[in-house]
């Protein structure tokens, strides 16, 4: 009988919060788990390779894209506040749809991508709010909208082919079945936005 792997203790954050955007929501359905399970799945694999500068290098190059979108929605939530406050917006609307959001912070990479969701909101509120205000176009507000939903579930996609290419990695190295005890691979997939996604 295989013997069961033991359940460690590891520290975590529990943060919940309300997500307004019908966008935000939309990247938390479909890409918060399977990225976040792949974050973990990286840390895992790397260690049972046995690579501990790999894992410095990989955690790294993950900040750092995670970093460069989250600075990227920083540069446009400035754009949209400097266009609210040259118009006098001052007020956001209610949403009719929020949901509360938990999240469990396992990595300081997964408290990124957590950020990285309620920058999104944020900046979705925004351009909604200049959309209400009818300083910026439907169209200037659906393109926008879908522009940014998408990069994120595109920053998603990069995190994950990271994970499938240390499983990989594992593979070459004779270390797959350690790898599939420890974190199954999942067939789960993050698929393009094709369904309403240009409607208000």
């Known amino acids: 009988m295989a013997q069961e792997r033991p359940n460690y203790s590891k520290p975590i ?4 919060f309300t997500i307004n955007s019908l966008q935000a929501q939309r990247v938390v359905d479909r890409v918060f788990k399977r990225t976040v399970s792949a974050l973990y799945g990286i840390d895992v694999i790397l260690r049972i390779i046995g ?9 790294q190059v993950i900040s750092q894209l ?3 979108c989250s600075k990227s929605v920083d540069s446009e939530q400035a754009r949209l506040d400097k266009l609210m406050e040259s118009n006098g917006i001052d007020d956001i609307p209610e949403y009719t749809g929020p949901i509360t959001f938990k999240a469990q912070i396992s990595s300081p990479q997964v408290g ?3 950020g990285l969701i309620r920058k999104l909101d944020a900046l979705m509120i925004s351009m909604d709010t200049l959309w209400l205000s009818n300083v910026l176009s439907n169209k200037q507000r659906v393109d926008g909208n879908y522009a940014w939903q998408q990069r994120i579930i595109k920053l998603a996609r990069r995190i994950i082919d990271i994970e499938i290419r ?3 990695s594992a593979q070459t190295k004779g270390k797959e079945a350690e790898v599939e005890q ?5 067939d789960e997939d993050i698929t393009e936005d094709t369904d309403d996604t240009h409607s208000r």
């Open 166 to 168: 240390a499983r990989k």
């Open 51 to 59: 690579d501990e500068n790999e894992i410095d290098e990989v955690d």
């Open 182 to 186: 420890a974190m199954p691979a999942t």
């Open 112 to 114: 990124q991508f957590v």
């Open 66 to 68: 995670i970093e460069n």
């Open 13 to 16: 954050f529990e943060q919940s």
